[in-house]
Nanobody, 114 residues
C-alpha cells in the first residue's frame, strides 16, 4: 500500500493550492481519510478528515478555507486550500485508516509567503 501526496509548493498569502493523494495497492473507498500537517518545530496536527460515516471535520484554523474531498473513481484524496496564510506553512501528509491500520503518504511541502 502506498499513498503518494503531491501538489505542494510556494504560494503567496491569499493564494490557493490543491493537494492530491493517490493510493496504490488499496482503495480509499469509504474508509476514514485525512490530511495532517507538521510545521517546523511543532507536532503533527490534523487539518481535515472524513470519518467512516462520511462526515468531514476541519481544524478551527482552516474552517471556511480548506475543503477535503475524495474522488472514488480516481482513487484520490484532495485538499483544496484557499486564502492561504503564512501560518499554513508545513509539510502536509495524507492518511488512510483501513482495517484498523494506518497508512501515511510521504508528505508534500506547502510554503506560504507573506
Amino acid at each position: 500500500v502506498q499513498l503518494q501526496a503531491s501538489g505542494g509548493g510556494l504560494v503567496q498569502a491569499g493564494g490557493s493550492l490543491r493537494l492530491s493523494c493517490a493510493a496504490s495497492g488499496t482503495t480509499f473507498g469509504l474508509n476514514a481519510v485525512g490530511w495532517y500537517r507538521q510545521a517546523p518545530g511543532k507536532q503533527r496536527e490534523v487539518v481535515a478528515r472524513i470519518s467512516s460515516d462520511r462526515t468531514p471535520n476541519y481544524a478551527d484554523a482552516v474552517k471556511g478555507r480548506f475543503t477535503i474531498y475524495r474522488d472514488i473513481r480516481k482513487n484520490t484524496l484532495y485538499l483544496q486550500m484557499n486564502s492561504l496564510k503564512p501560518e499554513d506553512t508545513a509539510i502536509y501528509y495524507c492518511k488512510l485508516v483501513k482495517n484498523r491500520k494506518e497508512y501515511w503518504g510521504q508528505g508534500t511541502l506547502v510554503t506560504v509567503s507573506s
